[in-house]
């Protein structure tokens, strides 16, 4: 192995997820006078690995798995119960539900996004109109983000994520968004982003995308690191075992 980019040891995250209270007047009651039910998830136990600069790497599972929890956990935006993880540099965290102001028209949100990735202003305004038409926006620049569907929201936020190249990048579930035009355009954005971040994490349910732009995968299964292999290894076990439910090629 290279020269390590991001290393993961023995990280685990647990969360708490609070049950619905009981059916039925007087067991409601009752439950107003004591504590609220909860139950605690283990959501990722005891997962180690290390990544090394150059590398591009798939997380893989089923639903539920852990592969977004950890990636969560790699971005430091969500707190780890044990473990460390150590990297680098401050990795990027690029998935389909940033945060955009549904106030705010799409050219707003593009110029907003930019600037708070550290674009400089002047940056900004030439690239606008470029960024706009790559998220295929131009009749709806102006129209307020509330107005958008979900894929017109989707190409927006994509748009405005992969406008910087961060030296670690992890992506969850990034190209599933847009039409078949779209996600040929984010496709070869993505494949840029590879090959100029120093290391490249995604979390996806395309075994043809693992396969054609990751040279290492991590599988997952009920929050454990279960295999790590190349693609031609863990792929073809992955599709023929019970976790893939429905994951095909594309």
């Not at 991001?6 to 990280?11: I, K, P, T």
Request: some cysteine; overall charge negative.
């Amino acid at each position: 192995m290279g020269k390590l980019a991001l290393s993961a040891r023995n990280v685990e995250i647990t969360y708490r997820t609070y049950l619905d209270p009981p059916q039925g007047l007087r067991a409601r009651l009752k439950s107003r006078a004591s504590a609220r039910r909860y139950k605690d998830i283990d959501a990722v136990r005891n997962v180690s690995f290390d990544i090394a600069e150059g590398e591009s790497v798939a997380i893989i599972g089923h639903n539920g798995a852990g592969k977004s929890t950890i990636l969560l956990g790699l971005a430091g935006l969500l707190e780890l119960t044990g473990g460390q993880v150590r990297a680098k540099s401050r990795p990027a965290m690029l998935g389909v539900g940033a945060v955009l102001n549904e106030g705010l028209s799409g050219r707003r949100n593009v110029e907003m996004g930019c600037l708070a990735l550290g674009i400089p202003k002047s940056e900004v305004e030439e690239r606008t109109d470029e960024l706009i038409a790559f998220a295929g926006l131009e009749e709806f620049a102006d129209v307020p983000m509330r107005a958008y569907s979900s894929g017109m929201r989707a190409r927006l936020a994509f748009t405005v994520a992969t406008t910087s190249t961060p030296d670690i990048l992890l992506i969850d579930e990034a190209l599933a968004v847009g039409d078949k035009d779209f996600h040929a355009r984010a496709v070869a954005r993505l494949d840029e982003i590879r090959e100029s971040a120093g290391c490249f994490v995604v979390v996806t349910h395309s075994m043809g995308e693992v396969e054609r732009m990751c040279d290492r995968v991590l599988w997952m299964d009920h929050g454990e690191l279960i295999a790590d292999g190349t693609p031609d290894e863990i792929v073809p076990a992955y599709l023929e075992s019970s976790a893939s439910l429905t994951n095909k090629r594309p």
